[in-house]
């Protein structure tokens, strides 16, 4: 187990209302597995994945990364688990425009402020396994949709982290970029790092070891036979 909801739920109060963003759930995310979370927009999936990458706490229950509840972490031990522990890849890449794919891979390891050495050659190591090294000195507006995506991908693995949450990361890619970045993805989990993709893209299913569905806050789970993928 890599990641635990348990009994957790985010409710947002405005005034005398409350809003439930996500219902009660308890949900585990193990090493080895690529998980799908699937559901229309606004359903709340995108709730479960902030809070499963730390980005916001529960209102009620716990939340376990590593073994740790990060309910009990100071802003700054949280920022450091997010950081070594968890990498996100986002629908919208989020690459740093001035900075070449290279630069930018190595980002987070200068935000751990290690040595330059070990910064290239970790970098250099995870833009070999998106395979995008012939790709290295180019600037984010050159790149394909497909390239740029795995540059993200790579900015995620650098840290080496546990747990890899992605959101929405086909939106925009035709079928060969894809397949490519949704193999990239399935390969990590034969390393022991837990994968979790949120999506409406029925492609996905073929990829997944285990779905959960978000409908109006509700979390179910779906088994090994993803349904309803569409929004």
């Known amino acids: 187990m890599i990641a635990q909801l348990i009994n957790?739920?985010?409710?947002?109060?405005?005034?005398?209302?409350?809003?439930?963003?996500?219902?009660?759930?308890?949900?585990?995310l193990n090493e080895g597995e690529l998980l799908l979370i699937i559901g229309p927009s606004g359903s709340g999936k995108t709730t479960l994945l902030s809070l499963l990458g730390?980005?916001?706490?529960?209102?009620?229950?716990?939340?376990?990364?590593?073994?740790?509840?990060?309910?009990?972490?100071?802003?700054?031990?949280?920022?450091?688990l997010r950081l070594n522990t968890i990498g996100f890849v986002?629908?919208?890449?989020?690459?740093?425009?001035?900075?070449?794919?290279?630069?930018?891979?190595?980002?987070?390891?200068?935000?751990?402020?290690?040595?330059?050495?070990?910064?290239n050659r970790r970098t250099l190591e995870a833009l070999e396994k998106v395979r995008m090294t012939h790709r290295r000195k180019n600037l984010p507006r050159t790149l394909s949709g497909g390239e740029q995506q795995r540059i993200a991908i790579a900015r995620a693995l650098v840290t080496d982290p546990k747990l890899v949450l992605c959101d929405e990361p086909t939106a925009s890619l035709d079928k060969d970029s894809l397949d490519v970045v949704m193999e990239e993805l399935k390969n990590l989990t034969l390393t022991g790092k837990s994968v979790a993709v949120v999506t409406h893209d029925p492609r996905l299913q073929?990829?997944?070891?285990?779905?959960?569905?978000?409908?109006?806050?509700?979390?179910s789970q779906l088994g090994n036979q993803p349904a309803d993928l569409m929004d």
């Open 54 to 80: 730390c980005l916001i706490n529960p209102t009620e229950g716990k939340l376990l990364i590593a073994h740790q509840d990060v309910n009990q972490l100071s802003a700054r031990e949280m920022a450091t």
């Open 8 to 28: 957790a739920n985010k409710l947002y109060r405005t005034g005398d209302q409350t809003i439930t963003a996500l219902s009660t759930t308890s949900l585990q």
């Open 206 to 219: 073929r990829y997944a070891d285990r779905a959960v569905q978000v409908k109006n806050g509700v979390v």
């Open 90 to 119: 986002f629908q919208q890449f989020n690459l740093l425009a001035p900075l070449t794919a290279e630069q930018n891979v190595a980002f987070p390891l200068k935000m751990q402020r290690l040595p330059a050495a070990e910064i």
